[in-house]
């Protein structure tokens, strides 16, 4: 069977080669290649209306493209609009020696001009352009303006029950403190901040002859009439410079705020109550007054390199009044540094500083805090006062945080410290406290406070005394 396939295939090939031979002898070769010439003459004439058929045809492809593009971009304009906005970007440029701009590196890095090499720079420019924002983006925009122009309000009230007993008269005292907060973003950089404030209660200090105070918290602003009084704690413009390097803040200050300051004892409404523990006894009394009617017009000035490094300088007129203005002011200085010691961050600071008035005494003090851990914190101050008719003083205090160690539990601390120093009457004054607080909600905090006075100084109306137990409880508000 395969022979015959073999066979049938050869003689059909042999066949038609010997047939084209005689199929092109019978018509000749002249008549072959003259028909073969008529029809690509009448390819030749019918190739430029194929030509012109074609071009039409991508022109109205063209046409409606066009037409969808812009359909499309008038969806898209509805869906997302176009506001127009400006940005400021570095842009990268190439000058040479006559003064030749380029975008880009020119070849061979001269100029094409008169050959000169070129130099690199940097330059930041205003850019104008059609910012295209989604719904949402404009939204979240005007409301996030909206926010900053709006004075946002704050409050915080503490509770303080004492109860002294040992050397000291058995007496149960209680105090209070109440205070609005007012903020507000008048401008770029720019923050507005006022406390208001109300206290009743001066704790146990009157009878027990405490110079350092052993509620920092305390100072009634009742009147005569046991009428609760609303004072003006403090009242101030903040602005930053050179992208928050640079802060100023002018107003009715509290010093305080921006010096000897300290993450494990500075806040008498959340952790020592003691003012031995909340600032160093021998900052000074900044301005003459009683508690927190000590805050005066000043004006504090701050820069920070982001590096480790921060420097600042307080100024503060000796009284609350506008009349006071002209008179020696209350000066201080600070310079902090931020490190990595224990496994765990430091700060620590260097301060001096000089009351007004020709007898004005001056002072230096350092200050640190450091973590020890992930639990626990240590803080500690020393101060050494001269000058101004009064002897020499020295103060000094070390003490411990220590946080919650229950997972469930991140911000209840309990605090340990001890505090002494030389009082201006001579005599010598030293006391400790234990404090424990636990949050019994986002806003509520409970602390429970033991003091013990080894040794309080007394002053011209109450006599020294030694051995007084203070314990305590205290409540505290904010949201």
């Not at 920070?304 to 020696?328: H, K, N, Y």
């Not at 636990?438 to 905090?445: C, D, I, Q, S």
Request: proline share 4%; net charge neutral; glycine share 12%.
């Amino acid at each position: 069977m395969a022979r015959k396939v073999w066979a049938m295939m050869a003689a059909g090939l042999l066949g038609s080669v010997l047939w084209e031979p005689s199929h092109i002898g019978a018509q000749g070769p002249e008549s072959a290649i003259a028909e073969k010439s008529q029809v690509t003459s009448q390819e030749e004439a019918a190739l430029p209306q194929t030509v012109k058929a074609v071009e039409a045809e991508l022109a109205a492809l063209k046409a409606q493209v066009q037409t969808l593009e812009s359909k499309l971009e008038e969806l898209r304009g509805k869906m997302m609009p176009v506001e127009p906005a400006e940005e400021i970007k570095r842009v990268s440029e190439w000058v040479c020696e006559r003064g030749h701009v380029f975008s880009s590196v020119p070849e061979g890095g001269r100029c094409p001009y008169d050959q000169t090499p070129v130099v690199s720079r940097e330059q930041y420019r205003k850019v104008k352009l059609a910012r295209r924002q989604a719904l949402s983006e404009i939204v979240e925009a005007r409301l996030e303006e909206q926010s900053r122009r709006r004075v946002a309000v704050g409050v915080s009230a503490t509770g303080i029950i004492q109860q002294t007993a040992g050397a000291g008269p058995n007496r149960l005292r209680g105090e209070g403190s109440f205070d609005v907060l007012l903020t507000a973003r008048p401008a770029f950089n720019t923050l507005f901040f006022a406390d208001v404030e109300a206290i009743g209660g001066n704790g146990p200090d009157p009878f027990t002859g405490s110079v350092s105070g052993l509620n920092a918290d305390a100072g009634s602003l009742q009147d005569s009439d046991r009428a609760d009084r609303v004072t003006l704690r403090e009242a101030w413009v903040m602005t930053q410079l050179f992208e928050g390097r640079l802060t100023g803040v002018v107003g009715k200050l509290d010093l305080t705020n921006y010096f000897d300051r300290n993450t494990v004892a500075n806040d008498e409404t959340s952790q020592f109550v003691s003012g031995m523990f909340v600032n160093n006894p021998l900052l000074g009394q900044l301005v003459a007054g009683v508690g927190h009617q000590a805050n005066a017009p000043g004006l504090h000035l701050a820069w920070d390199t982001f590096r480790q490094w921060r420097f600042g300088i307080g100024v503060q007129v000796p009284e609350d009044s506008g009349s006071a203005l002209g008179r020696t002011p209350f000066t201080i200085g600070e310079i902090g540094y931020s490190t990595q010691l224990l496994a765990g961050l430091g700060n620590y600071r260097l301060w001096g500083r000089r009351n007004g008035g020709e007898k004005g005494s001056r002072a230096v003090g350092i200050n640190f805090d450091q973590w020890a851990g992930q639990w626990l914190r240590a803080f500690g101050r020393y101060g050494f006062q001269t000058g101004g008719g009064e002897r020499d003083r020295h103060a000094w205090s070390l003490g411990l945080g220590i946080r919650s160690l229950l997972v469930s539990r991140p911000r209840d601390e309990t605090g340990l410290a001890y505090g002494w120093m030389r009082a201006a009457n001579g005599r010598a004054e030293d006391l400790a406290e234990l404090y424990h607080r636990f949050y019994l909600t986002e806003h509520l905090a409970v602390s429970l406070i033991a003091q013990y006075a080894f040794h309080l100084a007394g002053n011209d109306r109450v006599r020294p005394r030694a051995g007084v137990l203070v314990s305590g409880l205290r409540t505290q508000v904010n949201f």
